[in-house]
């Protein structure tokens, strides 16, 4: 239950045979020979044709050997044995060969040369051998190591593949990526394609080598600064342990979110009713407070579900605005219910509307980071697929109807945009300042001022998979976005004409815009969390005062929650980022296992970090438990 180190085997060696294997390679001197290139086995291949020898018609014709395309050989393991102390790797193949093939359909046999082919028809495949045929994506979840010239991958198991020389190595990581961006755009990955998708201001998101990773460095001041003003690196090994402090029962189960406070309690949103627990420096414990919904209490004039999927506090933490989609949870919902938690009850029913027209939301937040802790607090935002706004509780009648009224009260709409069409909003968070981050179906990451809703300051490209997941740091200096299969972490910080550090809320970010950096699991640690678990709930840490630094971000993953220090994430020359080619990724995190899928995890507010704690608890929650973990202060 507590926490783990990522899991991984390292290197790759011959020792790892199976007995059947080490025997055969035994009565193979050729195993034991040096490995020679395709690129000098061509070369000996054309000077013996060049020699055009004749042998006589009578010569015994020679064996038969496996048919394998030498100029692309390489050596293809399998890793067997899970997380368990027998896990290690076997060799698959001790002499295979990949290929790059343009396929209609996976399954189909037919392969096809570019040119036989409509532009933007059919998708790239890699395959290894016989074992493997598999499309260019990055469900593969392809991890580089330029050292051991070797990539591991996930295909219905977790797969290496060790090349003989480093030139075959790194063509075939550029082919990689280079398939992989057609296979996302169904453009070739010419650099002018590139520019076309990414635009000249990216050019460090075009040529990640040529990314001046300066602003990572300086965004850092403060406790992360060594006196020599390098950074500060923590080493996997040196990474404080996961103590787990409480778990418990969630009281009626079903715990379908959490909604965290800064003060007294916390709340468990659940499809029964809302769980008070209380704030510790160790985690939330349960105080015997259940606020239970039935007909009466949680009935709905608009057509919303009786489920709540989301709690957002309010005015000092004594309020809860609920959300509840329709129709079974897949549709965006068309009104809120105010939950009094002093009283226990639902006070007031909340309709969305502008201009007299009833309007669906998908998402609230609110308007900041803090804006939760303020009792006078009566205005939220609110999110749907081309709408962002601003919604006031404050009736400008002077009175609020009560749930029993015929008719629920309007919320009113003080500024925002409706957007025509195109941008497929998914998902958003704050800033300290009330500053906006957005998150798309393409992709795109939006930067919003609190003062302006109509236009983003600055637009980040997509990489090819939806953002389901938003984050901003308190100052606004860092964002990160979650996808399917990995979080992306964005430097908002640029220096403008006057020579001022700005973050990209304020202004356009110029061309020379960083590029970002990319969170992911291993292959083994993917293939582990299961088919089908995506990421989704990437969160920093919580603070809430300015100058106060997040330390962590947290993600979840089927049964997983990951958790990665973000300092190291940030340094330029953390040893992750040795030798990668393309934009840099993080492997290096702490896991911790429950035993069912987990809903949602969350570092509680900075304030419970105290004693030898360097951070507040993790609270995790899963259908039906919830357990806290502090992060000790001591060493491996």
Request: charged fraction near 30%; proline fraction near 4%; aromatic fraction near 10%.
């Given at each position: 239950?507590g926490?783990?180190?990522?899991r991984?085997?390292l290197?790759?060696?011959d020792?790892?045979y199976s007995?059947?294997?080490?025997?055969?390679s035994q009565?193979h001197?050729?195993d034991r020979?040096?490995q020679?290139?395709?690129?000098t086995?061509?070369e000996v291949?054309?000077?013996?044709?060049?020699?055009?020898l004749k042998?006589p018609s009578?010569?015994?014709?020679?064996p038969q050997?496996p048919?394998?395309?030498?100029?692309?050989a390489?050596k293809?393991y399998?890793h067997i044995?899970g997380?368990?102390?027998k896990?290690?790797?076997?060799v698959s193949?001790?002499?295979?060969?990949?290929?790059?093939?343009k396929k209609?359909?996976?399954?189909d046999?037919?392969?096809y040369e570019?040119?036989?082919?409509?532009?933007?028809e059919?998708?790239?495949?890699?395959k290894?051998g016989e074992k493997i045929?598999v499309?260019?994506s990055s469900?593969?979840?392809?991890?580089?190591?330029?050292?051991?010239?070797?990539v591991?991958?996930?295909?219905?198991g977790v797969w290496a593949l060790?090349?003989?020389?480093d030139e075959?190595y790194?063509?075939?990581v550029t082919?990689?990526q280079?398939?992989?961006?057609?296979n996302v755009y169904?453009l070739?990955?010419?650099?002018?394609?590139?520019l076309?998708?990414y635009?000249k201001?990216?050019?460090?998101?075009?040529?990640?080598?040529?990314s001046?990773?300066?602003?990572?460095e300086?965004?850092?001041?403060?406790?992360?600064?060594?006196?020599?003003?390098r950074?500060v690196?923590?080493p996997?090994?040196e990474?404080?342990?996961?103590?787990e402090?409480f778990?418990e029962?969630?009281?009626?189960?079903?715990?379908?979110s959490l909604?965290?406070?800064a003060?007294?309690?916390s709340?468990?949103?659940s499809?029964?009713?809302?769980?008070?627990?209380k704030?510790?420096?160790?985690?939330?414990h349960g105080?015997?407070?259940?606020?239970?919904?039935?007909?009466n209490?949680?009935g709905?004039?608009s057509?919303n579900?009786?489920?709540p999927k989301?709690g957002?506090?309010?005015r000092?933490?004594?309020?809860?605005?609920l959300?509840s989609?329709?129709?079974?949870g897949k549709?965006?919902t068309?009104?809120?219910?105010?939950?009094?938690?002093?009283t226990g009850?639902?006070v007031?029913?909340?309709?969305?509307?502008?201009?007299?027209?009833?309007?669906?939301m998908k998402?609230?937040?609110s308007d900041s980071?803090?804006?939760q802790l303020d009792?006078?607090?009566?205005?939220f935002l609110g999110l749907?697929?081309?709408?962002?706004?601003?919604?006031?509780m404050r009736d400008r009648?002077?009175?609020v109807q009560?749930i029993?009224?015929a008719?629920p009260?309007v919320?009113?709409?003080?500024q925002?945009?409706?957007f025509?069409r195109?941008?497929?909003f998914q998902c958003?968070a704050?800033a300290?300042?009330?500053?906006?981050v957005?998150?798309s179906l393409d992709?795109k990451?939006r930067?919003y001022?609190r003062?302006?809703?109509?236009q983003?300051k600055?637009?980040?490209p997509?990489l090819?998979?939806?953002?389901t997941?938003?984050?901003?740091?308190y100052?606004g200096k860092?964002?990160?976005g979650?996808t399917?299969?990995?979080?992306?972490?964005?430097?908002t910080?640029f220096?403008?004409k006057?020579?001022k550090?700005?973050?990209?809320?304020?202004?356009?970010?110029?061309?020379?815009?960083?590029?970002?950096r990319?969170?992911?699991?291993t292959?083994?640690?993917a293939h582990?969390?299961?088919?089908?678990?995506k990421?989704?709930?990437g969160?920093?840490?919580w603070?809430?005062?300015?100058g106060?630094?997040e330390?962590?971000?947290v993600?979840?993953v089927g049964?997983?929650?990951v958790?990665?220090?973000?300092q190291q994430?940030?340094?330029?020359?953390h040893?992750?980022y040795?030798k990668q080619?393309g934009?840099?990724?993080c492997y290096?995190?702490?896991?911790?296992?429950?035993d069912?899928?987990i809903?949602?995890s969350?570092f509680?507010?900075?304030k419970?970090a105290?004693?030898?704690?360097?951070e507040?608890?993790l609270v995790?929650?899963t259908?039906?438990?919830?357990?806290?973990?502090?992060?000790s202060?001591?060493?491996?």
């Amino acid at each position: 239950m507590g926490g783990s180190q990522s899991r991984e085997g390292l290197e790759l060696s011959d020792s790892e045979y199976s007995d059947e294997e080490k025997e055969e390679s035994q009565e193979h001197a050729e195993d034991r020979s040096p490995q020679v290139s395709a690129k000098t086995l061509d070369e000996v291949d054309s000077r013996l044709q060049a020699l055009k020898l004749k042998y006589p018609s009578n010569a015994s014709p020679s064996p038969q050997k496996p048919k394998v395309d030498l100029r692309n050989a390489v050596k293809l393991y399998l890793h067997i044995g899970g997380n368990t102390p027998k896990a290690k790797w076997v060799v698959s193949e001790k002499l295979s060969y990949y290929k790059f093939v343009k396929k209609l359909k996976i399954d189909d046999e037919d392969e096809y040369e570019e040119d036989e082919l409509r532009r933007g028809e059919g998708f790239w495949v890699l395959k290894i051998g016989e074992k493997i045929s598999v499309r260019v994506s990055s469900d593969l979840q392809m991890k580089f190591f330029g050292e051991q010239r070797r990539v591991d991958f996930v295909d219905r198991g977790v797969w290496a593949l060790k090349f003989f020389v480093d030139e075959e190595y790194r063509g075939f990581v550029t082919k990689f990526q280079d398939f992989l961006f057609e296979n996302v755009y169904g453009l070739r990955a010419t650099e002018e394609n590139k520019l076309k998708i990414y635009g000249k201001e990216f050019i460090g998101w075009v040529k990640p080598e040529e990314s001046d990773d300066a602003m990572w460095e300086d965004a850092d001041d403060g406790e992360w600064k060594a006196p020599d003003k390098r950074p500060v690196d923590f080493p996997e090994r040196e990474s404080q342990d996961l103590l787990e402090e409480f778990e418990e029962a969630a009281t009626g189960g079903g715990i379908q979110s959490l909604a965290l406070g800064a003060l007294d309690n916390s709340f468990l949103v659940s499809d029964s009713g809302v769980q008070v627990v209380k704030n510790f420096s160790h985690g939330i414990h349960g105080k015997g407070v259940y606020v239970k919904f039935d007909d009466n209490n949680l009935g709905s004039s608009s057509g919303n579900s009786a489920t709540p999927k989301k709690g957002l506090l309010m005015r000092g933490e004594t309020n809860m605005m609920l959300m509840s989609p329709l129709k079974g949870g897949k549709s965006p919902t068309t009104g809120l219910r105010q939950l009094d938690i002093e009283t226990g009850k639902i006070v007031t029913e909340w309709k969305f509307a502008k201009d007299g027209v009833d309007i669906t939301m998908k998402d609230i937040t609110s308007d900041s980071k803090g804006s939760q802790l303020d009792p006078s607090e009566s205005t939220f935002l609110g999110l749907d697929n081309n709408n962002l706004c601003q919604w006031d509780m404050r009736d400008r009648k002077g009175v609020v109807q009560k749930i029993a009224d015929a008719n629920p009260p309007v919320l009113h709409w003080t500024q925002g945009h409706m957007f025509s069409r195109g941008t497929n909003f998914q998902c958003f968070a704050t800033a300290g300042d009330g500053s906006i981050v957005v998150g798309s179906l393409d992709g795109k990451i939006r930067l919003y001022s609190r003062t302006s809703m109509r236009q983003a300051k600055t637009a980040f490209p997509g990489l090819g998979l939806p953002i389901t997941s938003v984050d901003v740091t308190y100052d606004g200096k860092w964002v990160l976005g979650t996808t399917d299969t990995y979080l992306i972490l964005i430097c908002t910080l640029f220096t403008d004409k006057d020579g001022k550090t700005k973050t990209g809320f304020s202004g356009r970010m110029g061309n020379k815009i960083p590029a970002p950096r990319l969170l992911k699991l291993t292959p083994v640690d993917a293939h582990l969390a299961g088919d089908g678990n995506k990421f989704h709930a990437g969160h920093f840490s919580w603070v809430t005062e300015s100058g106060k630094q997040e330390k962590h971000l947290v993600a979840t993953v089927g049964k997983f929650s990951v958790i990665w220090n973000f300092q190291q994430v940030k340094n330029s020359v953390h040893h992750c980022y040795e030798k990668q080619q393309g934009l840099k990724s993080c492997y290096c995190y702490k896991i911790v296992l429950k035993d069912e899928s987990i809903i949602e995890s969350r570092f509680m507010h900075d304030k419970f970090a105290v004693g030898s704690s360097p951070e507040a608890p993790l609270v995790v929650a899963t259908p039906m438990k919830v357990t806290s973990f502090s992060m000790s202060g001591k060493r491996r």
